[in-house]
């Protein structure tokens, strides 16, 4: 069975920073594109950064470009996000995802709440 | 990039059939056949639903269909169920930034 567990979230300060890690098992995660997905309070879902079978290839929306750096480790089955120089407006739920063709997220994680506010 | 095109709500009354559109430009929606779309019911996960315009996950109804003209791709949902009223959104590859890009969503209400 496909399964995805994020971890990492919390209460940050503005300007602070924070690591989630996402823990795939059930599939071979070294096959896979993998991503994070991010869902504001009430709003809608965004992509916020995509990263190649072998970590060779990252992308990123707009804006979290230059504060946020996606990586694996596929010895360890894992996915992470980096986040840097957080802003309020980067509050939201963070899902990690399968992707076996871009645009196509077929298995999702729980998601952690990431909460930015003084 | 802003994101794909959907109407804010759509509704239906049971047995009946909707359908949610979700418009783009040539450099997502209409350049490729990479569309997508989930389903999320409040407080729950998004869930795929359709994949590559118009291909369906083993296990979801076959109730739900999509289809592509141009920029603008569409989901239909026939024989409404009171389990189907949920937010659905589509997805598209694109050329742009982070490759892949949703659209606002739809509330979809079950009368």
């Known amino acids: 069975e496909v399964q995805l567990v994020e971890s990492g979230g919390g209460l940050v300060q503005p300007g602070g920073s924070l690591r989630l890690s996402c823990a795939g098992s059930?599939?071979?995660?070294?096959?896979?594109?993998m991503t994070w997905v991010r869902q504001a309070p009430g709003k809608g879902l965004e992509w916020v950064a995509n990263i190649k079978q072998d970590g060779s290839e990252k992308y990123y929306v707009g804006s979290v470009k230059g504060r946020f750096t996606i990586s694996r480790d596929n010895a360890k089955n894992s996915l992470f996000l980096q986040m840097n120089s957080l802003r309020a407006e980067d509050t939201a739920v963070y899902y990690c995802?399968?992707?076996?063709?871009?645009?196509?997220?077929?298995?999702w994680g729980q998601g952690t709440l990431v909460t930015v506010s003084s | 990039q802003s994101a794909l095109t959907q109407p804010a709500s759509v509704s239906g009354s049971p047995g009946q059939s909707i359908t949610i559109s979700c418009t783009g430009t040539?450099?997502?929606?209409?350049?490729?056949?990479?569309v997508s779309w989930y389903q999320q019911h409040p407080g729950k996960v998004p869930k795929l639903m359709i994949y590559e315009v118009s291909n369906r996950p083993s296990g979801v109804s076959n109730r739900f269909s999509g289809s592509k003209s141009g920029n603008t791709a569409s989901l239909t949902i026939s024989g409404l169920q009171a389990e189907d009223e949920a937010d659905y959104y589509c997805?598209?590859?694109?050329?742009?930034?982070?490759?892949?890009?949703f659209g606002g969503g739809t509330r979809l209400t079950v009368l």
């Open positions: 997805s598209s590859y694109t050329t742009s930034d982070s490759l892949a890009i």
């Open positions: 040539s450099s997502d929606v209409g350049g490729y056949n990479y």
């Open positions: 059930g599939f071979t995660f070294s096959s896979y594109w």
């Open positions: 995802a399968r992707i076996p063709q871009l645009g196509r997220a077929d298995y």
